[in-house]
């Protein structure tokens, strides 16, 4: 069975950064990654996503030039490094995981319970 469990939300002050992580239990290392992110009222989206070899990435534009996925198959990890953050950026992330690679959002097979960021401005 697949967990993913993320950490490294908080606070930050705009300008700032964070780095996000998702530690994975499973063979995970040839699945495709995405983090997501859920502000309140708001539909859950797309942030950024990574192959299983880690050669190619997407992003949303909203995030491009900011935000770095990466992932350490050794370790089972995929980290999400955040710089010059914005308010708009607040929002509970998550870390998704599907062995078929890039799905719909709601159709990743595996999720973490999610890490809240909040940006102040």
């Known amino acids: 069975q697949v967990q993913l469990v993320e950490s490294g939300g908080g606070l930050v002050q705009a300008g700032g950064s964070l780095r996000l992580s998702c530690a994975a239990s499973?063979?995970?290392?040839?699945?495709?990654y995405g983090w997501f992110r859920q502000a309140p009222g708001k539909d859950r989206e797309f942030v950024a996503g990574?192959?299983?070899?880690?050669?190619?990435?997407s992003y949303a534009d909203s995030v491009k030039g900011r935000f770095t996925i990466s992932r350490d198959n050794a370790k089972n990890t995929v980290n999400l490094q955040m710089n010059s953050l914005k308010p708009d950026d607040t929002a509970v992330y998550y870390c998704?995981?599907?062995?078929?690679?890039?799905?719909?959002?709601?159709?990743?097979?595996?999720w973490g319970q999610g890490t809240q960021v909040t940006v102040s401005s």
């Open positions: 499973g063979r995970t290392f040839t699945f495709y």
């Open positions: 998704a995981a599907d062995p078929r690679g890039p799905v719909a959002t709601l159709q990743y097979n595996f």
């Open positions: 990574i192959v299983w070899s880690g050669t190619s990435t």
